[in-house]
């Protein structure tokens, strides 16, 4: 018989039979500060369980149905949640992990539809090729996040910090990424990789200073005020974007068409291979 005790208090909240917790019907409980660390979690159904303040750091939650559950300051950090659900087309139905952690943390293949992770911190964490749209992550931590391939149409990242985040072949198409952090993150790795598509994503404010955006397509993005200092945007597609008073010193602009791009007050000192329409050059800072 396995034993699912209250951190601190030992007291026992739920016991299952068999030597394992895989494969178990958890739906329904309440296991606020439940101690699971490093537990079998695989294939669990922990549907609508209230996991708030508990500790699955080292868990295995492999293919577990999260959906609807409270998951609130959470401890997940070195937790594997590949192909795990927990989100949902229906944002009702999605878990709540808010200021959960998530360092580490591998979230391959997860459904994370409608997630709320506001706060949380997913630093080092791999969620290559998760399923993000429409997911809540203002303010939450992502430094040297693996986001490959991940498809995250119209999430929210406002404020959130993806400094050193590799988001090659990520799909942001009208995300809202105002005032982030995506110093030297990486959007186009090889020539083999499919760059990230941003196109109407709002990028307002955003620091993207040193950041690879080689490749990517741009068109209509607002990244007005943004910085973009030293940041490689060759060959990316800008038709449309919106660049007013952007700082882009140093830039790469290779290969990169500005003729309908707004540069109004934008600031193009030293940006390299910028080619500048004579009609917008008098109005650039």
Do not use: W
């Amino acid at each position: 018989m396995v034993e699912i005790k209250e951190m601190g208090s030992g007291v026992v909240l739920y016991a299952v039979e068999g030597a394992t917790l895989a494969g178990a019907d958890l739906r329904d409980l309440n296991l606020t500060k439940a101690d699971l660390r490093q537990q079998d979690l695989s294939r669990c159904n922990l549907s609508s369980a209230i996991l708030d303040d508990a500790d699955l750091s080292g868990a295995k939650l492999h293919g577990a149905n999260l959906q609807r559950a409270s998951m609130q300051r959470c401890k997940l950090d070195g937790a594997n949640l590949s192909k795990a659900l927990l989100g949902h087309q229906n944002s009702a139905a999605a878990a709540n992990l808010s200021q959960a952690s998530l360092i580490g943390a591998q979230m391959i293949g997860t459904d994370l539809q409608n997630v709320n992770l506001a706060g949380a911190d997913l630093s080092d964490a791999d969620l290559s090729q998760a399923e993000m749209s429409r997911a809540l992550l203002g303010a939450a931590t992502l430094k040297r996040t693996t986001l490959c391939d991940a498809k995250m149409v119209e999430v929210d990242l406002q404020g959130a910090d993806l400094s050193d985040a590799d988001l090659c072949g990520v799909r942001l198409n009208f995300a809202n990424l105002n005032g982030a952090n995506l110093s030297h993150a990486l959007f186009s790795g090889e020539e083999t990789q499919q760059p990230a598509i941003l196109t109407r994503a709002k990028l307002q404010q955003c620091n993207l200073s040193g950041a690879n955006l080689s490749r990517t397509t741009l068109q209509t993005a607002d990244l007005s005020r943004a910085n973009l200092r030293q940041a490689n945007l060759s060959y990316a597609r800008m038709s449309g974007a919106n660049l007013r008073s952007a700082n882009v010193e140093s830039a790469n602009f290779a290969g990169v068409g500005l003729d309908t791009a707004t540069l109004d007050f934008a600031n193009f000192s030293l940006a390299l291979n910028a080619n500048i329409p004579s009609s917008k050059q008098a109005n650039l800072r």
